[in-house]
């Protein structure tokens, strides 16, 4: 097939674009479609024109390089959580290239959620724990959750990309390690559109722990500008009261200097102790 000749393609600038020429119409028609991706893992795919699914049915993979990090850094055995699963685009490859480790998914969206737990059961990743939750600041709230059909790599409480709600309960991140009497979380990633800081208050008892986990995620001046009760470095700024060291993490084929809390722009940070 055509598109298994852009996977062994060097990438070269504006190789997503001819990309999107070239399967217009595919990307556009196709729903509910499910594409083998690399390490023979298969995906149910909500559609083709979120990034997610695109870059799947195009590489195989989406985000290689988080991926490939988190398979270095995650110790024996050791717990992963993946706050804002989406349809399992990172936590199943990591299952299937490290299954010693125990994964914890958690997706608000419920419809996005019924894509995570097929995708689960799809390649067997029986080291997953999937949860149909809000991360919070507290628990056993029942919120709207936004989540475009088209763009469901999107999802937010706040109402950015759609007004369609979906409500969903809510649980803190200390309450979640509670739940599954862990010792010791290693590494978090972490994507839920803006909302980073409430789900870091939510967990303050483990991140105040001097082997608190690893933490991986995007900072977006808009989406936290967006989000309800915080504004553009607030989770940079939690977390460094908290004693984490910010570093810039963009590339992920390296780790970039140290850095302050940022208040403008758009980079993946890394945040240890």
Not at 22 to 34: A, G, N, P, V
Not at 96 to 114: G, Y
Request: a neutral charge; aromatic letters at 12%; glycine letters at 6%.
């Amino acid at each position: 097939m055509l598109k298994d000749l852009f996977r062994v393609l060097p990438h070269f600038k504006g190789r997503y674009r001819l990309a999107r020429f070239i399967f217009s119409k595919l990307i556009s028609s196709s729903r509910d479609i499910i594409v083998t991706g690399r390490e023979n893992i298969k995906y149910k795919l909500p559609n083709l024109k979120e990034n997610i699914g695109f870059e799947i049915f195009i590489d195989g993979v989406y985000e290689p390089g988080y991926v490939k990090y988190f398979c270095t850094k995650i110790p024996l055995n050791g717990i992963f959580f993946d706050l804002g699963a989406n349809i399992g685009s990172i936590c199943i490859p990591l299952a299937k290239l490290r299954p010693d480790i125990t994964i914890i998914a958690v997706e608000a969206s419920p419809r996005v959620f019924s894509y995570l737990k097929y995708n689960i059961e799809l390649n067997s990743c029986k080291n997953i724990f999937a949860e149909n939750l809000a991360l919070s600041s507290l628990d056993n709230q029942q919120l709207p959750f936004y989540s475009p059909e088209e763009k469901f790599g999107k999802g937010s409480l706040s109402a950015v990309f759609t007004e369609t709600a979906e409500y969903v309960n809510t649980i803190t991140l200390d309450t979640l390690n509670h739940k599954y009497r862990l010792s010791k979380i290693d590494v978090i990633k972490i994507d839920v559109e803006g909302y980073e800081r409430t789900v870091f208050e939510g967990g303050r008892t483990l991140l105040s722990l001097k082997n608190a986990p690893v933490i991986l995620f995007e900072f977006a001046d808009w989406a936290e500008n967006m989000a309800k009760n915080t504004k553009a470095g607030d989770a940079q700024t939690y977390l460094a009261d908290l004693g984490y060291r910010l570093f810039d993490f963009s590339d992920s084929s390296k780790l970039g200097a140290e850095m302050t809390p940022q208040s403008v722009g758009n980079l993946m940070i890394l945040a240890t102790k």
